[in-house]
């Protein structure tokens, strides 16, 4: 079975500082690892993906996430916060070659303080 | 193209009444998930329809939740009688099926269901 552990419930950075949303997980077979993002009264959007090749994956919105095997995280990064970034992330994982049926983590919020 | 639908957004019910919360998911998408996510925990797995067919409903908590799809389009997911610890946001998600049903599904904007 996998996993998934987000640290941090909330996380504050700065406008215009690096966000560091921070996740690791637990997996038998390689991972899908997945972040979402949700807004404000919206529902889930997928921001990026891993799947299978280049580990440095980027999303929408200027984030990014790379898969580090060896560490087994997928940490979310974004240079230069901005207060639109405000929202719940959530980091998933789900068994590649079976039917996706992700794993989720409790969410970070971000706060973004001007 | 319009997204995953859900309907209500929200609902207030007092414990003991019955709830229907319904999912429209993206025209052509065989897969059909229900997840819900209690305050302040993570959003859990309840099941997994392929058209009509429940694939897997492993993540269901009771024989309180019944789920349908009938013809394979919409699912309503039923509460009854519904408890405090029901409380929470349910969402609604489709992927299609073939080579690319493994890595993305879309979802929709959730339901919040408070039981008071």
């Known amino acids: 079975a996998q996993s998934v552990t987000q640290l941090g419930s909330h996380v504050s950075v700065s406008e215009g500082a690096l966000v560091l949303l921070r996740c690791n997980y637990s997996s038998s077979v390689p991972p899908y690892l997945f972040w979402y993002v949700q807004y404000p009264n919206q529902g889930l959007q997928l921001l990026l993906k891993y799947t299978t090749g280049a580990t440095l994956v980027k999303g929408i919105n200027g984030f990014e996430a790379e898969f580090k095997k060896s560490e087994t995280s997928f940490h979310l990064t974004k240079p230069s916060a901005h207060m639109s970034d405000a929202a719940e992330y959530f980091c998933?994982?789900?068994?590649?070659?079976?039917?996706?049926?992700?794993?989720f983590g409790r969410g970070t919020s971000l706060i973004v303080h001007p | 193209e319009a997204g995953v639908t859900q309907f209500p957004s929200h609902s207030v019910i007092e414990k003991g009444q019955t709830v229907t919360l319904r999912c429209d998911p993206i025209?052509?998408?065989?897969?059909l998930y229900w997840y819900r996510r209690v305050m302040g925990k993570e959003i859990k797995f309840l099941l997994h329809f392929v058209k009509e067919s429940k694939q897997d409903e492993s993540g269901m908590p009771n024989n309180r939740f019944l789920a349908e799809r009938t013809g394979g389009t919409y699912s309503t997911l039923k509460v009854q009688p519904a408890e405090l610890e029901d409380s929470g946001v349910y969402f609604c998600a489709s992927s299609q099926e073939g080579a690319k049903r493994n890595t993305e599904a879309f979802f929709g904007q959730g339901t919040r269901l408070t039981v008071v």
């Open positions: 998933a994982v789900s068994i590649s070659g079976g039917s996706y049926i992700p794993t």
């Open positions: 025209s052509g998408h065989d897969n």
